[in-house]
């Protein structure tokens, strides 16, 4: 991670229809992302989809399971119906779909949206993903395999307890929205000793931080120590990471991916490679 991302965030509804997010074009790439692991994962989910044991979707930020590109108007799919989609094309549906989002008109849109589609069996809570990840958490069978999409707006929304509760799950991939724009535009803030986000966020941070080195040293000391307490909870990272770029071709976001298996994160490697060459496993 060479540079940290800079520009806006993703908006919140601005179409006129609360139940339609207005966002970025960058959402398309994270929406093709999540698609194409899903798809690609395919084979390693069927192994779980049998009458005794199950593969789960969870989206603890689900948004209203529509959202528009501000600059071209383009409609796109959310990630629940996009997750769900995928999975019923792969030929290996999730068993069950966990929806959960701060806002219960999103999960109410997003969950009537999916249960439009063909046998999704849906599940939703409202609040904040770190009460949500805890109700969730109870329903599922904990040796099953499980795949979490955590999509927050910023920092703040995702404390670290999150993560914690979702790999006391014996089979959990993550796919994590890394909001280091939020981390820069407002480090200031978050670095000022009245300031919780980050103890939330990267427990312990501030012993990992020279606070002598220049601000973007310090800030890529908090994101390797965020990626220390995936390792210490037994989530590694994939290597391969994505950049959300805005339309000024700035960095907005990282999107990672955690998890124990290392056939997970081949998966992941190829998703990835294959959003920033789409052709590739074309025949
Ligand atoms: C980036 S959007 C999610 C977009 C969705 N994943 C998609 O791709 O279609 C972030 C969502 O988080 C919700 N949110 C904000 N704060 C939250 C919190 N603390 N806990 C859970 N959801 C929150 C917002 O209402 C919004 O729907």
Same mark, same amino acid.
């Given at each position: 991670?060479?540079?940290?991302?800079?520009?806006?965030?993703?908006?919140?509804v601005?179409?006129?229809d609360e139940n339609i997010?207005?966002?970025?074009?960058?959402?398309?790439?994270?929406?093709?992302?999540?698609?194409?692991?899903?798809?690609?994962?395919?084979?390693?989910?069927?192994?779980?989809?049998?009458?005794?044991?199950?593969?789960?979707?969870? @989206?603890?930020?689900?948004?209203p399971g529509k959202?528009?590109?501000?600059?071209?108007?383009?409609?796109?799919?959310?990630?629940?119906?996009?997750?769900?989609?995928?999975?019923?094309?792969?030929?290996?549906?999730?068993?069950? +779909?966990?929806?959960?989002?701060?806002?219960?008109q999103h999960?109410?849109s997003?969950?009537d949206r999916?249960?439009?589609? !063909?046998?999704?069996?849906?599940?939703?809570?409202?609040? !904040?993903?770190?009460?949500? +990840?805890? @109700?969730?958490?109870?329903?599922?069978?904990?040796?099953?395999?499980?795949?979490?999409?955590?999509?927050?707006?910023?920092?703040? @929304?995702?404390?670290?307890?999150?993560?914690?509760?979702?790999?006391?799950?014996?089979?959990?991939?993550?796919?994590?929205?890394?909001? *280091?724009?939020?981390?820069?535009?407002?480090?200031?803030?978050?670095?000022?000793?009245?300031?919780?986000?980050?103890?939330?966020?990267?427990?312990?941070?501030?012993?990992? +931080?020279?606070?002598?080195?220049? !601000?973007?040293?310090?800030?890529?000391?908090?994101?390797?120590?965020?990626?220390?307490?995936?390792?210490?909870?037994?989530?590694?990272?994939?290597?391969?990471?994505?950049?959300?770029?805005?339309?000024?071709?700035?960095?907005?976001?990282?999107?990672?991916?955690?998890?124990?298996?290392?056939?997970?994160?081949?998966?992941? *490697?190829?998703?990835?490679?294959?959003?920033?060459? !789409? *052709?590739?496993?074309?025949?």
């Open positions: 991670m060479q540079e940290e991302l800079v520009g806006e965030a993703t908006r919140k601005g179409t006129g997010a207005e966002v970025g074009n960058w959402a398309r790439d994270k929406l093709s992302l999540l698609r194409e692991y899903i798809t690609i994962s395919s084979p390693a989910r069927k192994r779980w989809i049998r009458p005794t044991s199950e593969a789960t979707y969870i @989206d603890l930020f689900c948004g959202s528009q590109c501000r600059d071209t108007g383009e409609l796109l799919d959310g990630s629940p119906v996009v997750a769900w989609n995928a999975s019923v094309l792969s030929g290996v549906p999730f068993s069950r +779909v966990f929806l959960a989002d701060a806002s219960a999960v109410h997003a969950a999916l249960r439009t589609l !063909p046998a999704a069996p849906v599940a939703s809570f409202v609040g !904040p993903g770190e009460s949500t +990840v805890n @109700d969730i958490y109870r329903e599922l069978i904990p040796w099953e395999l499980h795949f979490a999409l955590l999509d927050p707006f910023n920092l703040e @929304d995702l404390p670290f307890s999150v993560i914690e509760r979702l790999a006391k799950l014996k089979h959990i991939d993550l796919m994590i929205h890394l909001s *280091t724009g939020d981390m820069q535009r407002n480090y200031a803030t978050y670095t000022d000793a009245e300031n919780a986000t980050l103890d939330r966020f990267a427990p312990g941070w501030r012993k990992a +931080v020279d606070f002598n080195a220049q !601000p973007f040293a310090q800030r890529l000391a908090i994101v390797r120590h965020w990626f220390s307490l995936l390792n210490d909870v037994g989530l590694p990272h994939a290597p391969a990471m994505h950049a959300a770029r805005n339309s000024k071709n700035s960095r907005m976001y990282w999107l990672i991916f955690a998890s124990r298996a290392d056939i997970a994160r081949k998966f992941w *490697t190829a998703a990835q490679r294959y959003l920033r060459e !789409p *052709t590739l496993t074309l025949f």
